[in-house]
């Protein structure tokens, strides 16, 4: 009688089905745990001015407070991904969630800027250890014929997420205070972790893949290497060319060519040196870098001019960037089939321009601006350009090496696409010429501001220019494999969507029983 209990399929990985009551389940726990992130990403700029003013900081420390979060997120996020295929998805994933919402709570606590700071890097890690767990525990547990079903529904409702993070962000602030913006994940991980541990089996990589070394130290130094260069950008403004910002650039600069040659001399680099020897990788990543870099500058800037300088609530500038997340939900699936119809190039090069051109719209947003008139035309214009190149970007990355290279590529567009936003959000004040006490001053912000955007928009016609010269009309694709299909539904404002490549050839079970290959 017990021993068909244990080979019941729908319990095995690789043969949960989508319709199937442990299916259902799994789908939540994912959506739950990747929500939380998500939500992070959108709904903590809303929050900043409120922080700035209760914790009473200038702008270094509103620049910490999501640069920190990025630090260790874009550093340790493809280690992450190792360490789940290693030890097991679901265990890692879980650590993660309860890392997150731990981090999250001491965020909400934290009595000052150093706290909260230093909470944020940690939320970072946490962040790190779940996010490329969430797609992979639905491409190894669910049955082959499902798994497109479940991508497409984990990606949509992740959409739904990130459309409403800035709604929930900012009705929050102008409710009961900035710190539930932090406390809001705990819940979510309270629903999130025991559905996991009772629903979602065991998966980990048998065989050469789950044997491969973790590049610790390369991990260590790339964090050590943005952070010194990240500190140094940020500090700059208030210090100018002191001992205190030459130091830390100089040791970043330095950490950075050693993370460099480790990963050249490694068997098993975090970040193999031979992947950037392919063309179109290479060309696709440098506009990544482009396109999100000035995204992340873009959003942090504007929600803090829309409430410092338009004055408008927390909850008035959360809604007014609905626009742009709501379109990408709505139409990223068509710009992914029209990727595919027409290759990459027109789509990575008229994207790029259009946002460019929304950026420059948004310098009408000053004072007394409107929203109908000011503030709209510039999301949607902004909106559509997102639309039309971020779907085809990682859809051309993921296609432009070998299907087993499939989740390595992807995760190393995602962290290089979270690095530039790291370094935008550091650099782009300094360059802007924004004093660390420019957000108390409407006028000296808002001046700021107007040379910001177009530094933006000069970013993102590098990019389309990178991609005008550099990438081929039509996109190489996988033999015999299907396109990937969570670019196409909802796609990342922040940073593209994570693929884990193909998890089920050496998948084994794990938790209480013996390994098992499926």
Do not use: K
């Not at 790339?222 to 952070?227: M, V």
């Not at 990438?471 to 990937?484: F, L």
């Amino acid at each position: 009688m017990d021993e068909p209990a244990r080979s019941e399929p729908s319990r095995a990985p690789g043969g949960i089905r989508l319709a199937s009551p442990q299916g259902r389940r799994v789908l939540t726990t994912t959506v739950l745990g990747s929500g939380m992130a998500m939500l992070d990403s959108t709904v903590v700029n809303v929050a900043l001015p409120r922080i700035g003013a209760d914790l009473n900081t200038d702008l270094a420390v509103l620049q910490w407070t999501v640069t920190a979060y990025m630090l260790t997120l874009s550093s340790l996020i493809l280690l992450g991904g190792s360490l789940g295929d290693r030890y097991g998805r679901r265990r890692v994933f879980v650590i993660g969630v309860v890392w997150f919402a731990v981090a999250s709570l001491l965020c909400g606590l934290a009595p000052n800027a150093g706290v909260l700071v230093a909470s944020r890097a940690l939320q970072g890690i946490g962040g790190a250890l779940l996010t490329p767990g969430s797609l992979a525990l639905i491409q190894a547990v669910f049955h082959p014929d499902d798994r497109a079903r479940a991508v497409g529904a984990w990606s949509g409702l992740g959409g739904v997420a990130a459309a409403i993070g800035p709604f929930v962000g900012g009705w929050l602030v102008d409710g009961v205070g900035w710190r539930w913006v932090f406390f809001l994940n705990v819940p979510l991980a309270v629903a999130c972790v025991p559905i996991a541990l009772r629903h979602v089996p065991e998966t980990r990589e048998r065989g050469a893949a789950g044997a491969r070394g973790f590049d610790v130290l390369g991990a260590v130094l790339g964090a050590l290497a943005l952070a010194g260069v990240s500190y140094a950008l940020i500090a700059a403004p208030g210090r100018g060319v002191s001992p205190g910002v030459l130091v830390p650039a100089l040791l970043g600069l330095l950490l950075g060519a050693v993370f460099l040659r480790v990963e050249r001399r490694r068997a098993d680099p975090m970040l193999p040196p031979q992947i950037f020897a392919i063309r179109q990788f290479s060309a696709v990543n440098a506009v990544t870098v482009c396109v999100y870099a000035a995204f992340s500058g873009f959003f942090f800037l504007s929600v803090l001019q829309l409430q410092v300088v338009a004055g408008y609530s927390a909850l008035q500038a959360g809604t007014a960037l609905l626009p742009t997340t709501v379109l990408m939900l709505l139409l990223s699936a068509r710009s992914g089939e029209l990727g595919q119809r027409i290759g990459p190039r027109i789509p990575l090069t008229v994207g790029p321009l259009l946002c460019a051109a929304g950026m420059l719209l948004m310098t009408r947003v000053g004072p007394g601006a409107t929203y109908v008139t000011d503030v709209l035309p510039a999301l949607v214009v902004l909106g559509a350009g997102m639309v039309t190149l971020v779907a085809p970007l990682t859809a051309t990355v993921l296609a432009s090496v070998d299907v087993d290279r499939a989740g390595l590529a992807s995760g190393i567009n995602n962290a290089a696409a979270r690095a530039a936003g790291l370094m935008a959000v550091a650099a782009l004040p300094l360059l802007a010429g924004m004093s660390p006490e420019a957000y108390r001053s409407p006028p000296a912000f808002d001046a700021a501001f107007r040379r910001a955007m177009p530094l933006c928009a000069l970013v993102l016609l590098v990019g389309a220019l990178i991609a005008w010269l550099t990438v081929r009309r039509t996109a190489p694709q996988p033999p015999e494999e299907p396109s990937h299909a969570e670019c196409t539904y909802h796609c990342g404002m922040t940073a593209p969507p994570l693929d884990p490549g193909d998890t089920t050839p050496h998948l084994s079970t794990g938790g209480d029983g013996p390994e098992e290959s499926t």
